[in-house]
């Protein structure tokens, strides 16, 4: 089955996005304590494809074993892996682009993951800013790329987002 994975910095709202998207609350744990979901954990949804969570990156506490152990997990998951159909990567859009984020963006790129940016928490920006926030993200992934992946936004808290995320898998699906 085609799978679509979503990864993204300890604490950017990975798993109220993906609470979010499947419509149970209990299938991926919330935290607020970062870097906690450690394993890959797969999703069925609509028996037709699955939603993979992947581990969070870039906590402060990562000791050089856990950024190995992140390593191998992209080695062994991500790249090369045939049924991977699309990798969403979230960025928080109260932040300014982070490092960590373009350094992991541009990794995967250069990898030739096929993937899409996801900015998160939406609600808690008025809408100048956030139209601010989505155009320096643009144009500062402009400076490395030729043409932009695929840009979202949403809101675990309003569910936001979640049409244009669901929809633009189901046509995937429905192309492959
Ligand atoms: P994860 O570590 O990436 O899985 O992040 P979580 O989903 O656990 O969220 C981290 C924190 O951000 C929690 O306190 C959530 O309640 C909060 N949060 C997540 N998504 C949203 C959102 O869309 N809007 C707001 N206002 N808060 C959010």
Request: glycine share 4%; net charge negative.
């Given at each position: 089955?085609?799978?679509y994975a979503f990864i993204g910095r300890s604490?950017?709202?990975?798993?109220?996005?993906?609470?979010?998207l499947t419509g149970h609350t209990k299938l991926a744990m919330t935290s607020s304590k970062p870097g906690k979901t450690q394993l890959i954990n797969h999703f069925?949804?609509?028996k037709d494809w699955h939603l993979v969570d992947l581990p969070g990156y870039g906590y402060a506490a990562?000791?050089?074993e856990q950024r190995l152990a992140f390593r191998r997990m992209i080695e062994g998951y991500i790249l090369g892996r045939k049924?991977?159909?699309?990798?969403?990567?979230?960025?928080?859009?109260?932040?300014?682009?982070?490092?960590?984020?373009?350094?992991?963006?541009?990794?995967?790129?250069?990898?030739?993951?096929?993937l899409s940016i996801v900015m998160t928490?939406?609600?808690?920006?008025?809408?100048?800013?956030?139209?601010?926030?989505?155009?320096?993200?643009?144009?500062?992934?402009?400076?490395?790329?030729?043409?932009?992946?695929?840009?979202?936004?949403?809101?675990?808290?309003k569910a936001t987002g979640r049409e244009e995320l669901l929809q633009y898998i189901e046509t995937i699906n429905h192309s492959l």
């Open positions: 089955l085609p799978e604490n950017v709202g990975k798993s109220s996005l993906i609470n979010m069925l949804i609509n990562r000791n050089k049924q991977l159909i699309n990798l969403f990567i979230l960025v928080d859009s109260r932040l300014e682009p982070q490092k960590i984020d373009l350094e992991f963006i541009q990794q995967m790129g250069e990898a030739g993951v096929p928490k939406i609600d808690k920006l008025s809408r100048p800013k956030l139209q601010e926030s989505i155009k320096r993200y643009q144009e500062t992934l402009s400076e490395e790329w030729d043409e932009l992946p695929p840009f979202f936004y949403t809101s675990s808290e």
